[in-house]
């Protein structure tokens, strides 16, 4: 039986197509996918992403199981309400799943998986655990009343426009927000519960992302259409996040993947050697198999994942790939021969597709960022 977030009625109401996704029944679009990416790129727009699973890690040793757990080192965030982005590796330095984590005291974290991994994720969590006087809760909620009683929602809010918009259907948050910096979060008390309000976002635009009380979702759901910010569907989202640079766990990394494969090498801090965290020897030994590459597709033709690409180093193969809207061009990211120097950006190289070779150029992602081309 498929799950369905709290807002899956909303969903059908407002016309979605909907798709499984991850076990997930979850809007694909409203009607148009190429006008919800342009919402987001020009003005405003609202995804559903309560299909993600929010964690709370609350324990004496919470920040030691965290520095032991993740690549990235949260010793670092010295500010309340600060997040960081990081992969989790198992031992030999393949990626489980990439999260973000937010840091209220050195006792109290928040952390945010995706929506496939999640049962994976907690159970390797929790297998870690051991030895660490620590304990972690899902809130996404499950079949007794308290469960239920303690879920939480997320909504993602982004665009140029969303802060505007924000303020405008939810005025006494505008205090507690307006100051927030980029990868930063605060907590805010609503007559529907506490709300977690970050800065951050998948889409390379500015925006929110919100956790509250699962019960409210709906209700703030319209509240926020209200404004003007339109319902966007996962579609949007795929789109706009290869645009942004951003990989997706599942396509561009797996367990097989080490962080150094992916273009995620800046997420792993050795800064504290004396810090032994899960996959480090592993990492110690390893060096990077593939450059991690943007393409841009000269030709007239889709990018797709597995696409075979043919370089003057060998073959390589592209993870992920799509038409971009903003650029009107097709773009993928790539996993390509490293040999001794890599294939140079500006360089040219051949994408198979239907048994024909396109041309398509080597560039650094991202492509776009604050509804500007980067190429």
């Known amino acids: 039986m498929p799950e369905r977030t709290p807002l899956y009625a909303a ?47 609350i324990g004496p040793d919470a920040t030691r199981f965290l520095r032991h757990l993740l690549a990235n080192d949260v010793a670092k965030l010295a500010t309340t309400g600060r997040a960081l982005y990081s992969c989790m590796l198992n031992e030999s330095g393949g990626v489980i799943d990439d999260l973000i984590v937010y840091f209220f005291t050195p006792t109290c974290y928040r952390l945010v998986v995706n929506a496939g991994t999640a049962e994976k994720d907690i159970t390797w969590m929790q297998a870690q655990l051991a030895g660490f006087d620590a304990k972690i809760t899902s809130r996404r909620g499950g079949e007794d009343e308290s469960e239920k009683k ?157 696409q075979k690409v043919i370089t003057p180093l060998g073959e390589g193969e592209i993870t992920s790939g799509t038409f971009s809207p903003t650029l009107n061009q097709s773009i993928a990211f790539a996993r390509l021969p490293i040999g001794s120097i890599g294939v140079p950006l500006g360089s040219e190289v051949d994408v198979e597709i239907r048994d024909k070779r396109l041309k398509a150029r080597v560039v650094k992602p991202p492509f776009v960022r604050n509804g500007k081309s980067l190429l």
């Open 11 to 57: 969903h059908l109401a407002a016309g979605a197509r909907i798709v499984d996704f991850a076990g997930w029944e979850m809007p694909i679009h409203y009607g148009s996918q190429i006008e919800e990416h342009h919402a987001v790129r020009r003005d405003a727009g609202l995804f559903d992403v309560s299909h993600m699973c929010a964690l709370d890690l």
């Open 150 to 306: 303690h879920a939480l929602a997320m909504l993602a809010v982004q665009g140029p426009q969303v802060r505007e918009r924000f303020w405008a259907a939810f005025p006494a948050s505008r205090a507690a927000t307006e100051s927030l910096a980029p990868f930063h979060a605060c907590e805010w008390p609503t007559d529907k519960g506490l709300w977690l309000i970050a800065r951050t976002g998948y889409t390379g635009e500015d925006g929110f992302e919100i956790t509250l009380p699962a019960s409210a979702a709906a209700e703030v759901w319209q509240k926020l259409i209200a404004t003007g910010i339109k319902p966007c569907g996962l579609g949007a989202r795929d789109t706009l996040r290869l645009e942004a640079g951003m990989n997706l766990y599942g396509q561009d990394m797996d367990e097989t993947t080490s962080p150094l494969d992916t273009g995620l090498a800046w997420t792993i801090d050795k800064q504290d050697a004396n810090r032994d965290f899960i996959g480090k020897s592993a990492l110690a030994t390893r060096r990077a198999a593939h450059q991690f590459i943007g393409l841009l597709l000269l030709e007239r033709g889709i990018l797709r994942a597995h």
